[in-house]
């Protein structure tokens, strides 16, 4: 339920509906573009990037949460630990529950090899599970891998790396197929075909989707398939702290913390798969976020002290549409698609002031521009925002579409008593996804020998800027690329288990006076009540 002041300014947005509705917006040409996204885009802000002084990307600018994650020592004393006595050994150890995870754990079972996969939280608790507009790849008549491929490139301004890029195109049919003969139900068409609907920055329509919860939909088919399989280990609210070495650098395992025994669980493994997601609760820049609690960017500090290369960490996606009202909803996502269908932003005197259909990084940097410039609404916790005029689609399409096509939206909305159908949403850009992350060959190996990534935590993919609906399908083939790779590893004789590469970092933090309080991996992220 709105407050007072809120039903007062809403009442501008009802007076301007009509009018806004024959209003045309421009595309920006690319000079407008730069120009916004170089004055508004969190992304351009100098003061939120430092260089990183430590590690194989010393130089390398990033924001500051990630260098303080990078710059820091451990947040565990591992002198208990028997290295000589690992407590399970396995081929392939999987680190992470989600989509990208379980893909892995999959795949490398298939293929033969022995797999354990250990989680932060319960299985499946992700950002996958949050996924809502749905999944690109090239299966419609009218599209082909190719065209997918210059979309991905001119989203990501020509940053993501081709073969990589090349990768995730070409699997995208065979993984739509792997899906759906799992039982994965994507929407069909009055004929039966797949039905496909066009992402902003797309040529084709592309994106399949299951209602607005196709991330929920998925992991319900992945966890079944994953818990027919007894031969798979699963430890869940047993988060990795540390990755471990032999003499030649090669990854050949890791250091679990039992969150219920409060113990450490030494797992010793020929090949590893970081999967452990992105970094949206760092609240990078002060921002809100739309990611789940155990987002906190682990993977990129496992990794990078054990010597793999960084890519791309200097670039992240502020999704236009996160609400800001009420308090206890900051930062949850309302999906693109609402845009896409014509729902309008409004400034608090009830203007358009962006065609909504530019790229997320330009949209976002529109709203900004109008809080910051004090055209933004305010709401009684001193929060600012513009509106999402989704009354406008109800018009358009007919009274119960809203309901129908957003069903898990409408109900969300409707247990705090806001009617979508009736009244706009406040909402500002909201920190959704790391377009950066672990660089990855083809076949998602990292520079470090026998780890792998996979996911939201892998760089190289999306450039600086992802196209909406590339992730859902840059996990599940990176996932089995991975999978499948580290699973031909199994002969390997992994070594002696060390923290050889953990001791060299911190004698460089040292070295360079580096004296730092923070103790990463973060695992959770902490809150101040009241904050
Ligand atoms: C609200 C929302 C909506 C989205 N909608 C879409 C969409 O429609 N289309 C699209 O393409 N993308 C979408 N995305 C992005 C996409 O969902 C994610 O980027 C993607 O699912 C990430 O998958 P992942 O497997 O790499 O990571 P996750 O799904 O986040 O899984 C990571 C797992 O690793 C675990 N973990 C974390 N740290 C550790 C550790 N130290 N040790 C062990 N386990 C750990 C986590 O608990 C979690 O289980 C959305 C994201 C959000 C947040």
Redesign the pocket.
Known sequence: MYSENLLENMELVEKTRESREKQQLPILNEKKKEKLLSSFHPDYRLSGFRALRVGVNRGDRTVHEIADLLEAFSSFDYREINFEKPDLETDVLV???????ITAALFAHSAGAKVIL????RL????????????QASVSENDSPIRHFADTMVAGKFQGRRELVKAMVDDGPSIVKWLLDLGVNFDRDEKGNLLTKKAGGSIAPRILSIGDY??LNIIKILKDEIRNRPEIEILEF????ELTTNEFGECNGAILFDLERKRFVLVKAKSVIL????S?RLHIQGFQT???F???G??IVLAYRAGAKLEGLDSFQYHPTGIVYPDHMVGV?V?EAIRSLGAHLVNSKGERFINELETRDVVAAAMIKECEEGKGIKTPSGRVGVWLDTPVIEERYGKGFLKKKFPALFRMFMRVKINIEKQPLLVYPTL??QNGGILIDEKGETTVKNLFV????AGGIHGKNRL??????D?FVFGRRAGLAAARRKYNEPGKQTLSHLERYYQELKSLRITTVAKT?R?FQEYIVGD
């Open positions: 680190l992470g529950g989600g989509g990208a995870g250990a989680t932060k939280l499946g608790n992700s950002n996958t599970i949050m996924a809502l507009g749905g999944m196709t991330g047993a988060p990795a702290v999967a452990t997601g992105g949206g739309s990611n789940n155990g987002a906190t682990d993977a996502l999906t959704h996804y996979a996911g939201e935590a909406m609906g590339n992730s859902l399908l996990i991996p695992i």
